[in-house]
């Protein structure tokens, strides 16, 4: 009995992140990088987001170590770092870019559709699940930088 209520639960709760996807307004582009999905003109800092996610998709967050801000890499190293974002229970398998929101030249909220397959209590096979983030990026000497942990998005009003 508990097992199929951990099933239904399971189930539910895919179903919810489903209708939550086809609740926003959008489409599933072309792909342009394994794992990685973008819509018409890409900017500078939609493709270094699709750079950071196609390495954390690939088990390599070694290399998504170098797109983190400098000042958020200099409070973690890039071993520890690699370490728990490659050994997280969940695996991404791909990421879309629906939008993004640059209000200041250096600053950039750009929100994200993630893929990814989890293990469920009670559930023998990975489930499919989807979720949404918006993520916070800065530009610091020409280049973008996803800024982890930004409690307040700082591309917003």
Same mark, same amino acid.
């Given at each position: 009995?508990?097992?199929?209520? &951990? /099933?239904? @639960?399971?189930?539910?709760?895919? %179903?919810?992140?489903?209708? !939550?996807?086809? *609740?926003?307004?959008?489409?599933? =582009?072309?792909?342009?990088?394994?794992?990685?999905?973008?819509?018409?003109?890409?900017?500078?800092?939609? &493709? /270094?987001? @699709?750079?950071?996610?196609?390495? %954390?998709?690939?088990?390599? !967050?070694?290399? *998504?170590?170098?797109?983190?801000? =400098?000042?958020?890499?200099?409070?973690?190293?890039?071993?520890?770092?690699?370490?728990?974002?490659?050994?997280?229970?969940?695996?991404?398998?791909?990421?879309?870019?629906?939008?993004?929101?640059?209000?200041?030249?250096?600053?950039?909220?750009?929100?994200?559709?993630?893929?990814?397959?989890?293990?469920?209590?009670?559930?023998?096979?990975?489930?499919?699940?989807?979720?949404?983030?918006?993520?916070?990026?800065?530009?610091?000497?020409?280049?973008?930088?996803?800024?982890?942990?930004?409690?307040?998005?700082?591309?917003?009003?």
């Amino acid at each position: 009995m508990i097992q199929a209520s &951990k /099933r239904q @639960l399971a189930t539910i709760l895919v %179903l919810g992140l489903l209708l !939550a996807g086809c *609740a926003s307004e959008s489409t599933r =582009p072309e792909a342009s990088a394994p794992g990685t999905e973008q819509s018409g003109k890409v900017t500078e800092v939609e &493709k /270094r987001a @699709l750079e950071r996610w196609g390495y %954390l998709i690939n088990h390599q !967050a070694e290399k *998504a170590y170098d797109l983190l801000s =400098p000042g958020f890499r200099a409070t973690k190293s890039r071993e520890i770092y690699a370490s728990e974002m490659n050994n997280r229970p969940i695996q991404w398998t791909k990421v879309h870019t629906y939008s993004q929101s640059c209000e200041k030249p250096d600053v950039c909220l750009l929100y994200l559709q993630i893929d990814a397959d989890t293990a469920m209590p009670g559930v023998s096979s990975k489930v499919p699940a989807m979720g949404f983030v918006a993520e916070t990026w800065i530009k610091t000497r020409g280049k973008w930088y996803y800024l982890p942990d930004a409690k307040v998005p700082t591309g917003g009003k």
